[in-house]
């Protein structure tokens, strides 16, 4: 009796911990680690990770176990969407808006009319 008593506590145990063990490893093309996330609702920032694939923002959290070729160390950086800036004139043509190089360096990524 004593031996199955045993044998159950170590099966409900061992069972217990199974989904710690059998996280599977999540692989992305670019890792923005430890970032300040700044993500437009108008909630506070909150510390997270940043997995991309491709063009695309597929998770955000605490990606620890992940892995990528290419990983950005963003601690006490701000990661945020890119900016609009509704009014440039740029439709007539982006090289003729003098300041679109600087507005893409302060993280403006969509010029409107």
Excluded at 62 to 82: E, H, K, M, R
Aim: proline share 5%; hydrophobic share 50%.
């Amino acid at each position: 009796m004593k031996m199955i008593l045993h044998s159950l506590a170590f099966l409900a145990i061992s069972t217990a911990m199974l989904p710690l063990v059998a996280v599977a490893q999540e692989s992305f093309d670019l890792l923005i680690k430890n970032g300040r996330i700044v993500d437009g609702t108008g909630t506070p920032w909150y510390e997270a990770d940043v997995g991309i694939v491709g063009d695309r923002i597929t998770r955000v959290g605490n990606l620890s176990g992940a892995t990528a070729p290419q990983v950005i160390d963003a601690t006490g950086l701000i990661v945020a969407p890119g900016f609009i800036d509704p009014h440039t004139h740029a439709l007539r043509g982006i090289f003729d808006v003098p300041n679109a190089e600087s507005a893409l360096l302060q993280g403006v990524t969509t010029l409107t009319e």
